[in-house]
């Protein structure tokens, strides 16, 4: 297995415009995890799906941001419209979703919004 | 929900000495405790865990203590090199919810150095 897959790596773009970001899960795991990651915040938990489901999106920012799992192996994260303060590594993390079981984070995506 | 503290934020040491990394959490449910580490633009990728039947587990240079009574667990690292340079996260797991609830609650992470 590939292992958690992330894409794009790197995104640039303009105020306003709509982002999306990709995560495809390893082979198995049925809980997914969007983390987003800034010098000031750490790692923040955005919104995690147990079994295609949103479990907790508390930490959602605000309406702009959505997440969703159109199937048990793909999720994207929709930022709309972006603002240079959603500019971030976007992590994707995903675990046999049992409660003792590791979590194994993609490569990231890293998003700049100017 | 579950809320975790990790304790310092920085720490410098010299190559050859010892680390340590605390953190506590808050939810006496949590009985998943996971240590990343997570090099300069890379993902995290995990290093230890340990479960909460378990007060300590080690493996060659790194050991993990947890104390569920106090709800703290420390990261100690023996015998430095600057390899072991990075950020390290702690992270608790909520098990409780009849085992519907993964949440993965993490730290604020500790950036390690180590001089040579």
């Known amino acids: 297995d590939a292992g958690v897959i992330q894409s794009p790596r790197h995104e640039v773009t303009e105020m306003g415009q709509e982002v999306t970001l990709r995560c495809k899960l390893i082979?198995?795991?049925?809980?997914l995890f969007w983390y987003r990651q800034t010098m000031m915040r750490g790692l923040e938990l955005l919104i995690y799906?147990?079994?295609?489901?949103?479990?907790?999106d508390s930490g959602m920012p605000e309406d702009r941001f959505s997440a969703k799992m159109p199937n048990a192996s793909f999720s994207t994260l929709k930022i709309q419209p972006s603002e240079p303060r959603d500019s971030a590594v976007y992590f994707c993390?995903?675990?046999?979703?049992?409660?003792?079981?590791?979590?194994?984070f993609g490569q990231g995506t890293r998003l700049t919004v100017v | 929900g579950e809320n975790v503290e990790q304790h310092p934020s920085t720490l410098s040491v010299q190559e050859g000495d010892s680390a340590v990394i605390k953190c506590t959490y808050s939810?006496?449910?949590?009985?998943?405790f996971p240590w990343y580490k997570q090099e300069l633009g890379k993902r995290p990728q995990l290093i230890i865990d340990?479960?909460?039947?378990?007060g300590e587990k080690k493996d060659q240079r790194i050991a993990v203590t947890l104390n569920k009574t106090a709800k703290h667990f420390s990261l100690h690292i023996t015998e430095t090199q600057p390899e072991d340079s990075a950020v390290y996260f702690c992270?608790?797991?909520?098990?409780?919810?009849?085992?519907?609830?993964?949440?993965?609650?993490f730290g604020k992470g500790t950036l390690l150095t180590v001089n040579p």
């Open positions: 992270a608790a797991k909520d098990g409780n919810s009849g085992g519907s609830n993964y949440k993965l609650t």
């Open positions: 993390a995903s675990s046999q979703g049992h409660s003792n079981t590791e979590a194994f």
């Open positions: 939810d006496s449910a949590s009985n998943y």
């Open positions: 799906f147990n079994n295609n489901v949103p479990i907790d």
């Open positions: 340990i479960r909460s039947n378990v």
């Open positions: 082979s198995g795991h049925n809980s």
